[in-house]
């Protein structure tokens, strides 16, 4: 685990320890000391971390001027113990609403698991990017996390969407396939 690096491509886009609205800004890097872990595996140390003990982030866009972000997410996604989602929620989410960005991609296909628990802060995640025309997708997620997501139905509030070969998309590009498509979905 500790060789998957989160995309990079964008960089010359976007860094978002630079961006001064980002809840990372400022951060600091090490390429050779691997401290953070999940199942007692290090992980790359550009990985961001926001409070979850596994599950680990990178913001790889936020676009203020159309509203979208784009984070890629890696580890265990566990709601049950650890309150995933109230750490995602509060500490990076809320920042960047805050920024008036309300529709989100996020990144899934490192997410190795999914454990359900309260779906209260997906519920006022959903109503708040709803209120502003916003969205919330998942793409690539594993199969059996998508299960579990499915089984918690929390599809409802978060779009699962599988995306051939999302990486060779600029930013923009992979962000107006999403909202195109799920504009048609809403016109059938």
Same mark, same amino acid.
């Given at each position: 685990?500790?060789?998957?690096?989160?995309?990079?491509?964008?960089?010359?886009?976007?860094?978002?320890?630079?961006?001064?609205?980002?809840?990372?800004?400022?951060?600091? &890097?090490?390429?050779?000391?691997?401290?953070?872990?999940? &199942?007692?595996?290090?992980?790359?140390?550009?990985?961001?971390?926001?409070?979850?003990?596994?599950?680990?982030?990178?913001?790889?866009?936020?676009?203020?001027?159309?509203?979208?972000?784009?984070?890629?997410?890696? /580890?265990?996604?566990?709601?049950?113990?650890?309150?995933?989602?109230?750490?995602?929620?509060?500490?990076?989410?809320?920042?960047?609403?805050?920024?008036?960005?309300?529709?989100?991609?996020?990144? /899934?296909?490192?997410?190795?698991?999914?454990?359900?628990?309260?779906?209260?802060? &997906?519920?006022?995640?959903?109503?708040?990017?709803?209120?502003?025309? /916003?969205?919330?997708?998942?793409?690539?997620?594993?199969?059996?996390?998508?299960?579990?997501?499915?089984?918690?139905?929390?599809?409802? &509030?978060?779009?699962?969407?599988?995306?051939?070969?999302?990486?060779?998309?600029?930013?923009?590009?992979?962000?107006?396939?999403?909202?195109?498509?799920?504009?048609?979905?809403?016109?059938?």
């Amino acid at each position: 685990m500790h060789e998957i690096e989160p995309f990079y491509n964008w960089r010359h886009i976007y860094i978002s320890e630079e961006d001064d609205r980002s809840p990372f800004y400022g951060r600091d &890097y090490s390429e050779f000391e691997y401290t953070n872990q999940v &199942y007692n595996y290090f992980i790359h140390p550009q990985w961001d971390e926001f409070g979850s003990r596994t599950l680990y982030l990178k913001v790889l866009l936020a676009d203020y001027e159309e509203q979208y972000a784009i984070i890629e997410m890696i /580890g265990e996604w566990n709601d049950a113990i650890e309150n995933d989602i109230m750490w995602l929620k509060r500490d990076v989410i809320d920042v960047f609403m805050q920024q008036k960005i309300f529709k989100f991609i996020l990144i /899934g296909e490192n997410v190795l698991n999914y454990h359900s628990g309260d779906k209260d802060y &997906y519920e006022e995640w959903y109503e708040e990017v709803s209120e502003e025309n /916003g969205w919330i997708v998942s793409i690539n997620m594993p199969e059996q996390t998508q299960y579990d997501f499915k089984l918690a139905k929390l599809n409802y &509030y978060i779009e699962l969407m599988q995306i051939e070969n999302w990486r060779i998309y600029k930013p923009f590009h992979l962000f107006k396939k999403i909202d195109n498509e799920l504009q048609s979905r809403l016109t059938l």
